[in-house]
């Protein structure tokens, strides 16, 4: 199982990005999907998803970022998509794409397979 992030970088706080994950060695639509992160200074988040998507096309947020983040999947693309609309500099952080080939529905942390991560950094 490969997991590929893309789309980080800088962006101004209010502004927009699209991360990407690509998946591959795996059926990914059987299973969940997730995005994760880790703030300068902090350990990697790793039981609570910033936000995840399971084999039914449920989704849920952490707290933080509920009504600003998107996650959605395009499992004919093996690719699961993070949508950051207003963007905060607390958000600042390497996010990681994962998924458990165990678990369809978002249920099993830490998950087993883990992207490299890739950067944002949001602005003031």
């Known amino acids: 199982v490969q997991l590929v992030e893309s789309g980080g970088g800088s962006q101004q706080a209010g502004g927009s990005l699209r991360l990407s994950c690509v998946a591959s060695?795996?059926?990914?639509?059987?299973?969940?999907m997730a995005w994760f992160r880790q703030a300068p200074g902090k350990e990697r988040e790793e039981r609570e998803g910033?936000?995840?998507?399971?084999?039914?096309?449920?989704?849920t947020y952490a707290d933080s970022v509920k009504g600003r983040f998107t996650v959605s999947r395009d499992n004919a693309k093996g690719t699961l998509y993070l949508e950051m609309n207003s963007p905060k500099p607390e958000d600042t952080a390497m996010y990681y794409c994962?998924?458990?080939?165990?678990?369809?529905?978002?249920?099993?942390?830490?998950?087993?397979?883990w992207g490299k991560g890739i950067l944002v950094t949001v602005s003031s």
């Open positions: 060695g795996y059926t990914t639509s059987r299973y969940c």
């Open positions: 910033v936000a995840t998507g399971d084999s039914d096309g449920t989704t």
């Open positions: 994962a998924t458990d080939n165990r678990d369809m529905r978002c249920l099993t942390f830490p998950m087993d397979y």
